[in-house]
């Protein structure tokens, strides 16, 4: 089974700041790697599949990158309502697994 | 507008079983594979279970495999999860999720507000 890990475990950040999270793979996951984002009391979102591929209705100011084993998540021009869990998912192997998160906090 | 309507969940004593199941709405739901993902109270997400359009392939994770079945019908726009030797560790929420293709890609481009099982005695 792929691990993913997820730094830092929580980031607190003002307000038009850019949020730089990471995700790193036990082994390559090539670029089959998503992330979601999970507010409080919601179910998750996806935001970004493939590594770098915005899914429909995501802001511009989501972004991805990344391939075999490490990957960013970057959030630039941070608004109050990204406040939330972020979680990494790989597909590249059976089970498809997630990171444990990163909780993004809004100062 | 995609909609998934998770129902079944509910407290259940260990070594009982339960049936989840999902309502889809606001698209073709036999065109895309679905998945359950559940989430343990104040804890991260775990992939459950996910089976391609056409029940042709089905995937388990480790942790409930042999004890849960995945199933879907196409002609009630339906997903099930049938759940069996409960364990403490299986109390969840539990969300429907629809993949973004027929085939299990693993991604999840929709997702229900999920039912709560509860395990306990």
């Known amino acids: 089974e792929i691990v993913l890990t997820q730094s830092p475990a929580t980031l607190s950040l003002s307000p038009g700041e850019r949020a730089t999270l990471s995700c790193r793979a036990s082994q390559s996951v090539s670029s089959f790697l998503g992330w979601y984002q999970q507010k409080p009391g919601q179910a998750p979102r996806l935001l970004i599949s493939?590594?770098?591929n915005r899914a429909t209705g995501i802001p511009a100011r989501f972004s991805g990158s990344g391939s075999g084993t490490d990957f960013t998540l970057t959030i630039s021009g941070l608004e109050p309502e990204d406040c939330a869990v972020y979680y990494c998912q790989q597909r590249s192997n059976w089970p498809f697994t997630f990171g444990p998160g990163t909780k993004v906090e809004i100062k | 507008e995609v909609q998934l309507v998770e129902s079944g969940g509910g407290l259940v004593q260990p070594g009982r079983s339960l049936r989840l199941s999902c309502a889809a709405s606001g698209f073709t739901f036999d065109d895309y594979a679905m998945h359950w993902v559940r989430q343990a109270p104040g804890k991260g997400l775990e992939w459950v279970s996910g089976?391609?359009?056409?029940?042709?392939?089905?995937h388990y994770a480790d942790s409930v495999e042999g004890r849960f079945t995945i199933s879907r019908d196409n002609a009630r726009n339906s997903l099930y999860l049938q759940m069996s030797s409960l364990r403490a560790e299986d109390m969840a929420l539990y969300y429907c999720?629809?993949?973004?293709?027929?085939?299990?890609?693993?991604?999840?481009?929709?997702w229900g507000q999920g039912t709560l099982v509860t395990v306990s005695s």
């Open positions: 089976i391609t359009w056409n029940s042709g392939a089905i």
């Open positions: 493939d590594a770098s």
């Open positions: 999720v629809k993949d973004e293709n027929s085939i299990l890609t693993g991604y999840y481009d929709s």
